[in-house]
């Protein structure tokens, strides 16, 4: 007889939620890619009313005994983590009062209207009013997640994307990029004057032929096409679940390199989800665990393996196949194009070199925000201020392109923002680790063979699921716990040098 | 303060229960759509999963109770009749038992999968010992359901496809067509070889530009492209919601026509469904409440209009805009290519001359299996003679084109195939009644608006949604019970003839 009959059932009530969050996955996939806008009233009451089921059966009195008696149960090696992920889930869970939660969902639905539509009007003062008691709700989140898991308010809400990392261990890491990278940056500008210009592609390059370019490239990265597949949206996102993952892009036809680099970054996303591990599925061992090292995952294939001159030696055929012969699609051109540095006021539009800076200025902000150091009337001033200091750009736009440029916090999603440049570090971390296992990965690259890299990964990252937090990851995947040093040295190798 | 405090419980019950089956029907045509095949095991899983949940909901404590309580609560109007369709489904559900509808749910899961090995090994004997316990459930169910509705085994599985409609009244309704139907195809026979053979169009007809003539062929027929859309898929259904109507169609390039004419008849049932009493959404009451009308909706479209003068005429430029001009366009050679009849094996193949004795043949023998008059073993022999002596036809062939070419016994949907037949009989009721109504329909249609349909069939029937049985509901909107009358006409005024 088995002697874990409560841990049993919690893995069965797992599985049933998992297979619920199914049918939510593909309701809010087809919501970005297909559904007729006259639909959309009738979803989201659709989809609410699945999330309360669930929530109902969350909270039913019968799963809180279960908890209680596995507690006694023996359970030993994946079996006792995968009960630990699923108690530190709920006590997350239950730090957060139903009526909290209930004003959390309205300030949310609130702030996202305003947003949208004070990104129409370039106006600050409606979005305000609107964001206040989310920011309000975020503050008491944070203070109560913080009082039941023992952690400081803003510790608390990174808790939940970044299991076990602290403010205290990010702070001086990104002060560190912070102290290298303004100089790197300023010679890699000034090399870059004195380099040739990059020939830019002709257009306008057909939104079919971009669709077969980018399906043959995440062919080339390992997407398994029997478990997922590519469509068009408004916003690029990845979708679905581990047995079926959607990704989707979109096509603009005057320029192939947002859809095509894009899309390689939402397949590394992608095979991750494709990659976890696969008999723990529905379970919490068997999710992605960190938010940094999913983005890592995603920044391998964009960041780290996109503009290397053994990819783009691979790709250029692929580009003179889909679009015919250009002088742009020549290798070092094609680098010159990928590794451009252009500093500017959106994140989502910025280089390698740019970018960490977007989102050390969004953590200072939101840590600012979470111990209530500023209010949300001060954000207009801060941020120019700071995106002025930090990364010497011109403040002067529409807020579109300005703090209303990320929909982060309007979702309430404080915490998230580490994860960006975090995931910088992973995947630089990981790619210089696997260049060093892997010494033919140039010639296989070279050669369209980028399975290497996925076989690396997929062992000593995507199939540990939530086994470990992202340091211990790191540690046992690269031998070292998570720096900015394998960052840094690819930034320096790739843009310090004058051509 | 309400006194119908228990009725508004159960109302917000249907309500929910609606918002999950919408999540299921947007599973449902992914699946059917979209899906990769890696993922069906896990669809699999959470649309079950779901099915479980909604079951435990139907099967709270409290909903009996309130059923109880809501009959002492006086309700009127559509109120009541709402509350009434409630009662009935829910003793429809109540007289299956669990474990009947467990053993229901294997046995087809069983005699899918061995229905579709059986077509392709064209073996009977296995196929049928996978079927013969459903066969077995079905009688059960039939006896039990019976019981509970004071009806006959057969009339019981009527009920649930067409509520108040007996075999007492369909037999000798298909009897009369029986009559009249075989002289009148030999007739029309004769006439079609002394008529010119008409000019077969010349493909190939390229799927984009057939997917672009549907979606013009649906606008023109009023479908709201605001809350529904059009995908391709293996076997053409029309799925979704009410408020997001999904079709799907296959296309052939060497053939234009099964496409474009499946899309007529599924852009009926669209129509239909987008336009259901929309103030009672999620209740009975503004559900579809009789096959037969169903199928007559799709069939209005379909075999009503589609072979008209009139309709040809506005379809004439719509082809030659598609596919470029050809001798095959001209309106009176679509006429004759709309209105040939070829009699054949295969049902949904079939012209509208022969369709009902496909539909006869197989109402007699689910007839005869439900009430034990033969068993799984007699069918191929029992189906071979009925087939030469209905239709005339030489059975010769393939199971796939014999009593294995239809899903609908495999699925255990006994009892649905009269609403074929009856829906033939109501489309041609109804549009000989619109015809009647509006003296400038034909000249409206020929100039492309066939507004005037949509609007007729609006008020008489899609908006009425379950407020009256077939019979009743055709009195009210065309003045008669049901009978073959129309059909009858109409079939001779278009093959009787000779040309």
């Known amino acids: 007889m088995s002697q874990s009959l409560a841990y049993d059932a919690l893995v069965t009530h797992h ?18 890619t297909h559904m007729p806008p006259g639909g959309a009233p009738a979803r989201a009451a659709a989809q609410a009313a699945l999330t309360m089921l669930v929530k109902q059966l969350q ?170 597949r590519l469509d068009t949206t408004i916003h690029p996102f990845t979708g679905g679940v581990p047995e079926d993952v959607r990704l989707a892009t979109r096509f603009d036809e005057a320029d192939f390199l947002p859809a095509l680099i894009g899309t390689m970054h939402e397949t590394g996303h992608a095979r991750y989800q494709q990659n976890l591990p696969r008999d723990w599925l529905g379970q919490p061992l068997a999710g992605p665990h960190s938010a940094a090292l999913h983005e890592g995952q995603a920044l391998i294939f964009e960041r780290q393996l996109a503009p290397e001159p053994a990819f783009v030696q691979a790709l250029a055929p692929m580009l003179r196949q889909a679009f015919g012969p250009q002088a742009a699609f020549e290798p070092d051109n094609l680098m010159r194009l990928l590794r451009r540095i252009r500093p500017g006021r959106v994140r989502v539009a910025a280089d390698e070199l740019t970018y ?66 975090l995931g910088a570090m992973v995947a630089a971390q990981c790619f210089a680790s696997l260049r060093r296992d892997l010494p033919d990965l140039d010639t296989r690259v070279a050669a369209g063979d980028c399975k290497p890299v996925g076989d690396w990964l997929a062992l000593r990252i995507w199939q540990q699921g939530a086994r470990h937090d992202l340091d211990e990851m790191m540690q046992q995947a690269t031998g070292e716990s998570l720096s900015d040093n394998a960052l840094r040295k690819q930034l320096e190798q790739r843009h310090a040098r004058s051509d």
Chains 1, 2 share one sequence.
Not at 24 to 31: H, I, S
Not at 383 to 406: M, N
Request: glycine content about 4%; hydrophobic content about 50%; aromatic content about 8%.
């Open 15 to 32: 599985r049933r939620i998992h297979d619920l969050e199914h049918l939510q996955a593909v309701a809010t996939w087809d919501r970005l």
């Open 59 to 228: 909270a039913e009195p019968v799963l809180a005994r279960h908890f209680e008696a596995a507690e006694q149960e023996p359970l030993l090696g994946d079996a006792a983590l995968n009960f630990a992920r699923m108690r530190q889930a709920r006590r997350i869970e239950a730090a957060i009062p139903q009526a909290l939660a209930e004003r959390r969902e309205l300030a949310v639905g609130a702030a996202m209207a305003a947003w949208a539509q004070a990104r129409q009007d370039n106006a600050w003062a409606p979005f305000a009013a609107a964001w206040a008691p989310l920011v309000v709700v975020v503050r008491e989140s944070a203070a109560r997640l913080g009082d039941a898991l023992g952690l400081q308010p803003m510790d608390a809400l990174l808790e939940r994307w970044e299991p076990g990392l602290r403010m205290a261990r990010v702070t001086p890491l990104f002060a560190e990029v912070q102290r290298w990278l303004p100089q790197l940056t300023e010679q890699a500008l000034a090399a870059q004057v004195r380099a040739p210009l990059p020939i830019e592609p002709i257009g306008p390059f057909p939104a079919a032929a971009q669709r077969r370019l980018c399906e043959q490239v995440m062919a080339m990265l390992g997407f398994d096409f029997n478990a997922g």
């Open 356 to 421: 960490p800076l977007h989102v050390i200025l969004r953590v200072e902000l939101e840590h600012a925000l979470v111990k209530s150091e500023i209010e949300v009337d001060d954000v207009p001033a801060w941020w120019d201020e700071r995106l002025r200091r930090l990364l010497s750009v011109d403040p002067l736009g529409p807020f579109s392109q300005g703090p209303l440029q990320d929909p982060h916090w309007v979702q309430g999603m404080f915490g998230y923002f580490p994860a960006y440049l």
